[in-house]
Nanobody
Framework: QVQLVESGGGLVQPGGSLRLSCTASAAMFGIYAMSWYRQAPGKQRELVATISSTHSPNYAGSVKGRFTISRDNAKRTVYLQMNSLKPEDTAVYYC????????WGQGTQVSVSS
C-alpha cells in the first residue's frame, strides 16, 4: 500500500506564505496525476490543485493565482507553494493520487491567523 507523508504546515499571518511537501512511496510515482486536498473544520474535504504526469497543473478557483503545485518525480514528492494566504485557507492539507486512489496520510495543518 502506498504511504503518503505530508509536511510543511504551520501558523502564518494573512498574506504570508508556506510550502507544503508530500512524499509518496508509490513505485511508479511519475505516472500518476497527484492532487492536494484540504479539509477545514466542519467542512468536507475539497480538491485544491492537481498536477498531471506531464506537469500540467489545475487549480480550484479559490486558490488560482495564489497557489502553485509542482512535482519532483525523482524524489517522489509533490509540492504546494501557497502565497497570499487568507484565513479561509485554514485547513488540514492532504495529498493523494488524483481521485484519492490511496489511503490518506496524516495531513499537515495550515492555520492562517493574525
Amino acid at each position: 500500500q502506498v504511504q503518503l507523508v505530508e509536511s510543511g504546515g504551520g501558523l502564518v499571518q494573512p498574506g504570508g506564505s508556506l510550502r507544503l511537501s508530500c512524499t509518496a512511496s508509490a513505485a511508479m510515482f511519475g505516472i500518476y496525476a497527484m492532487s492536494w486536498y484540504r479539509q477545514a473544520p466542519g467542512k468536507q474535504r475539497e480538491l485544491v490543485a492537481t498536477i498531471s504526469s506531464t506537469h500540467s497543473p489545475n487549480y480550484a478557483g479559490s486558490v488560482k493565482g495564489r497557489f502553485t503545485i509542482s512535482r519532483d518525480n525523482a524524489k517522489r514528492t509533490v509540492y504546494l507553494q501557497m502565497n497570499s494566504l487568507k484565513p479561509e485557507d485554514t485547513a488540514v492539507y492532504y495529498c493523494n493520487g488524483d481521485g484519492s486512489i490511496w489511503n490518506w496520510g496524516q495531513g499537515t495543518q495550515v492555520s492562517v491567523s493574525s
